[in-house]
């Protein structure tokens, strides 16, 4: 079945560096969205990606859709300890979505 | 004022009882949904649902049923509660025809004991 791989499971970084999570989808997707989940919280959605090649930025994240539209990354620049928290992507295929595993951000003390 | 709520936000019970939750939404949305959040994070999709269309994920036990009175409310029914159904239920909506972008309620904690 379709499939959307994500990694890694947990990034531990110091504050101030940068953090990556990249996601892989077995098919050509649609779109593909962000979510954060807040430790304790729920799923928040951060942004959508339509475009091949498309790339967005909200402050200091930026997210990437490949050209071929199977597969995306979220980085983040300079990460605050409000950056933690789970983030996941979601490919929409047909309108359903398939959740990637989420990597876990955490800021080491 | 919560746009998805859902209520217990916590509940604990004994194996073999029946539970129920529930969830309501104000956006005006015509599709809900239930995940399953385990302990390691990964979010499942049991139902989809509009006023259409039941789509079952068809790993889900069939003790889990999913009940809407209307298009604003999707209630999550659990029969025989068993240890491993202890996770974080979340209720979501999406607009049909939209974007697709899940709104999700501040989850449901069961444990199971």
């Known amino acids: 079945g379709q499939q959307v791989m994500q990694i890694p499971q947990y990034q531990h970084v110091q504050e101030g560096e940068d953090f990556t999570t990249y996601c892989n989808s077995s098919?050509?997707?649609?779109?593909i969205q962000w979510y954060k989940q807040r430790p304790g919280g729920h799923p928040v959605f951060l942004i959508q990606?339509?475009?091949s090649g498309e790339v967005k930025k909200q402050k200091r994240l930026t997210f990437q859709f490949g050209e071929a539209k199977k597969n995306s990354s979220l980085h983040i620049t300079a990460t605050q300890t409000t950056d933690v928290g789970t983030y996941f992507c979601?490919?929409?295929?047909?309108?359903?979505?398939?959740w990637g595993a989420g990597t876990k951000l955490i800021i080491k003390p | 004022d919560t746009a998805v709520s859902q209520t217990p936000k916590y509940l604990v019970t004994q194996m073999g009882n029946d539970k129920s939750i529930k969830c309501e939404q104000n956006l005006g949305h015509d599709t809900m949904y239930w995940y399953k959040q385990d302990s390691k994070k990964f979010l499942k999709i049991m139902f989809s649902?509009?006023?259409?269309?039941?789509?079952i994920n068809e790993t889900v036990p069939n003790r889990f049923s999913p009940k809407s009175p209307d298009k604003a409310h999707l209630n999550l029914h659990i029969n025989s509660l068993e240890l491993g159904d202890s996770a974080v239920y979340f209720c979501?909506?999406?607009?049909?025809?939209?974007?697709?972008?899940?709104?999700f309620g501040a989850g449901t904690r069961l444990s199971v004991l």
């Open positions: 979601a490919g929409d295929s047909n309108y359903q979505l398939i």
């Open positions: 979501a909506s999406t607009l049909e025809g939209g974007e697709n972008i899940q709104y």
């Open positions: 990606l339509v475009k």
């Open positions: 098919t050509t997707l649609s779109n």
């Open positions: 649902y509009n006023n259409k269309e039941l789509i």
